[in-house]
């Protein structure tokens, strides 16, 4: 029974176009997060939401856009696809934001390619 | 900026040694210390935390943190081929909201 799962796993698409990835967790975690992490493997954080709200919007483009239609689901969204965008990206979640042990739950990876 | 810093290795080590692996931050003010092993193409997976001074064991696993110094480190005794990995280290903030994350130490065991 998979704690956090996100869909689809790889994903390879052209310059120009849109795509969205899927992250759903069964943990009952209030807070779930957004990473990117490039060829380089540094996790850079993009957003994140507690119960639905907004709470870290890093410096991304905003071709990006994530969108939490309940705690359990966070979604990602990116628009105009660039070179730059390939990487995995990778959901997490956290039981809750505020919390100090913040240990924090990852999902598989959506491995993303453009061409 | 609040920082965390790791050497990126590569760092061998030979079967059945003990690997030690560093981690230093910057803010004074961090309360909650995480390692995290990363096979490659999977996703980081959490294996130890720390919130206070001192040692932490967890089977093979030990880690220690020094707030004065602003160092964390992880020890993996009798290391295995299997702990090959990427070891990533992350700090919460003073924001309660992110950890901060370390670049990564790759770690090869040679049989």
């Known amino acids: 029974d998979t704690a956090v799962s996100q869909t689809p796993k790889y994903l390879v698409t052209q310059m120009g176009n849109d795509k969205s990835i899927k992250c759903e967790q069964n943990?009952?975690?209030?807070?779930m997060y957004w990473y990117k992490q490039d060829s380089k493997k540094f996790l850079k954080i993009m957003f994140s939401y507690n119960n639905k709200e907004l709470i870290i919007n890093e410096t991304v483009p905003n071709r990006f856009s994530p969108k939490s239609p309940d705690k359990a689901h966070l979604n990602l969204h990116i628009n105009s696809l660039e070179l730059g965008d390939s990487a995995v990206y990778f959901c997490?979640?956290?039981?809750?934001?505020?919390?100090?042990?913040?240990?924090?739950?990852f999902g598989p990876g959506t491995r993303l390619t453009v061409l | 900026q609040k920082e965390v810093e790791q050497n990126s290795g590569p760092l061998s080590v030979p079967e059945g040694a003990i690997a030690s692996l560093n981690c230093t931050y910057s803010?004074?003010?961090?309360?909650?210390f995480f390692w995290y092993r990363q096979y490659s193409g999977k996703s980081p997976e959490l294996i130890m935390s720390i919130y206070s001074n001192g040692d932490k064991e967890d089977g093979r696993f030990t880690a220690q943190l020094n707030k004065a110094s602003q160092y964390v480190s992880l020890l993996i005794r009798d290391s295995q081929p299997s702990d090959s990995a990427t070891y990533l280290c992350?700090?919460?903030?003073?924001?309660?909201?992110?950890?901060?994350w370390g670049a990564g130490t790759k770690l090869i065991i040679k049989p």
């Open positions: 943990l009952g975690h209030d807070t």
């Open positions: 992350a700090v919460r903030g003073d924001s309660n909201y992110q950890l901060i």
């Open positions: 997490a979640s956290t039981l809750t934001a505020g919390s100090s042990y913040n240990e924090q739950f």
């Open positions: 803010d004074r003010g961090s309360q909650s």
